[in-house]
């Protein structure tokens, strides 16, 4: 069985990489030029709580458990329910409309 996702899901520090981080950290104006207009400048700060939300941390990801299921599926042990996925996408599907 094989279910394809159709939105894809992406995490904030996949988005931004830590240079752009640190770079808006040590810079805090930044200024534009725009098209038929004079110089546009900006104050832009982040606060350190943003800052370390952006990090991802070893907390993310529940390591063991991973290898937990990567162990049952290795052994023939892991169950999958197919009318728990079944009702999860008809909800999804019925919150969609």
Do not use: F, P, R, Y
């Given at each position: 069985m094989s279910?394809?996702?159709?939105?894809?899901?992406?995490?904030?520090?996949?988005?931004?990489?830590?240079?752009?981080?640190?770079?808006?950290?040590?810079?805090?104006?930044?200024?534009?030029?725009?098209?038929n207009?004079?110089?546009?400048?900006?104050?832009?700060?982040?606060?350190?709580?943003?800052?370390?939300l952006?990090?991802?941390?070893?907390?993310?990801?529940?390591v063991?458990?991973?290898?937990?299921?990567?162990?049952?599926?290795?052994?023939?042990?892991?169950?999958?329910d197919t009318?728990?996925?079944?009702?999860?996408l008809?909800?999804?599907?019925?919150?969609?409309?």
């Amino acid at each position: 069985m094989s279910i394809d996702a159709t939105k894809s899901v992406t995490t904030i520090s996949g988005l931004l990489k830590n240079d752009v981080v640190n770079e808006q950290q040590k810079n805090e104006t930044a200024s534009v030029q725009a098209k038929n207009c004079v110089n546009v400048s900006t104050n832009v700060s982040i606060t350190q709580h943003s800052i370390d939300l952006l990090h991802s941390t070893d907390k993310d990801i529940d390591v063991e458990k991973i290898e937990q299921i990567k162990q049952a599926i290795t052994n023939g042990s892991w169950v999958i329910d197919t009318h728990k996925i079944a009702d999860k996408l008809i909800e999804q599907l019925l919150k969609n409309i």
